[in-house]
C-alpha cells in the first residue's frame, strides 16, 4: 500500500517554508496591512473632528465685560504723578507697567481674585 503525500506539508523548493505555512503568512501581512490602514484613517478622522470642534469650544478666556462684572473695581495703590505705561493680560493674570517718580515698576495682579500678586521694581543700572 502506498502511502500519499500530503501537498501542504511539502515544502516549496528553494524555501524551508510549505504551502500551508505561506498561505497563513499571506493572512497574516493582509491582516496587519488592514489594521494599518484602519489606523491610520482613524488617526485623521480624529484631527478633522478635533479640527471641526476648535470653533464650538468655549473661548479660552472670560469677555472683558463678563471679567470687569465679575472683579467690580479694583484698587491698586500708587504714588502720586504716577502712569501707567502698558498693560498686558495673559490668562489669569495681569502686568501693569507703572512709571512714577520712585522710578518704574511692574504691578502683577491675579485677575480671578482681583489681588495684587507681586510688585517688580525696575532698576536702571
Known amino acids: 500500500m502506498a502511502v500519499e503525500r500530503d501537498a ?9 517554508f510549505n504551502a500551508r505555512q505561506v498561505r497563513i503568512l499571506k493572512v497574516v501581512v493582509i491582516v496587519m496591512g488592514l489594521l494599518l490602514v484602519a489606523g491610520f484613517a482613524f488617526v485623521v478622522a480624529a484631527i478633522v473632528y478635533q479640527a471641526t470642534r476648535m470653533d464650538e469650544s468655549e473661548p479660552a478666556g472670560p469677555p472683558a465685560q463678563a471679567m470687569a462684572n465679575r472683579l467690580g473695581e479694583l484698587g491698586l495703590p500708587v504714588p502720586s504723578g504716577t502712569r501707567i505705561e502698558g498693560v498686558t493680560l495673559d490668562g489669569k493674570r495681569m502686568a501693569v507697567h507703572l512709571t512714577g517718580p520712585n522710578g518704574s515698576e511692574i504691578a502683577v495682579i491675579d485677575v480671578d481674585k482681583g489681588r495684587v500678586i507681586a510688585r517688580i521694581k525696575l532698576e536702571p543700572k
Do not use: S
Request: glycine fraction near 12%; proline fraction near 11%.
Open 8 to 16: 501542504d506539508n511539502e515544502t516549496i523548493p528553494g524555501t524551508v
